[in-house]
């Protein structure tokens, strides 16, 4: 009798490649929702980014802030429902809302901030995690 070759997997090594998979995933999967929710952190920032020209030439010519409400603006996003200005014209509010959000961002605020004596923008993103927040946030821009 011939002896014959073994062809396929034992199961012992199956389930070492099984082992290998579950403990790669079980660390994958935190790292890429953390990457997931930085990228989300960054739409509020691009929106109110957007208004930081019209911001400017409004009070270069008028000396007042604008209502991103009322121009032709972009102010919504994927998950930033619209931009508040307060009464001075000089603080512009974005709120995270969606349901697909990452956790550590629903209900945050990100908020970009005129200074009207030198033409300077500063995000604050307080109450954002740090592990999501941007890298503008909290500096002058």
């Known amino acids: 009798m011939k002896n014959q070759m073994q062809k396929g997997f034992?199961?012992?090594?199956?389930?070492?490649?099984?082992?290998?998979?579950?403990?790669?995933?079980?660390?994958a999967i935190p790292a890429y929702q953390?990457?997931?929710?930085?990228?989300?952190a960054t739409e509020p920032a691009s929106i109110l980014g957007g208004l930081k020209t019209p911001i400017s030439e409004t009070y270069t010519f008028s000396g007042t802030g604008i209502n991103p409400a009322t121009g032709d603006y972009v102010t919504n996003g994927k998950f930033t429902s619209g931009v508040a200005v307060d009464a001075?014209?000089?603080t512009y509010t974005a709120t995270f809302v969606s349901a697909k959000i990452n956790a550590g961002l629903k209900g945050q605020t990100m908020r970009m901030v005129y200074n009207t004596s030198n033409g300077t923008f500063v995000f604050h993103c307080a109450a954002i995690p740090a592990a999501l927040k941007p890298k503008n946030c909290d500096s002058t821009l």
């Open 88 to 90: 001075t014209g000089t």
């Open 10 to 27: 034992t199961l012992i090594e199956l389930m070492i490649v099984v082992a290998i998979i579950g403990i790669l995933a079980a660390i």
């Open 34 to 40: 953390d990457y997931i929710g930085r990228a989300q």
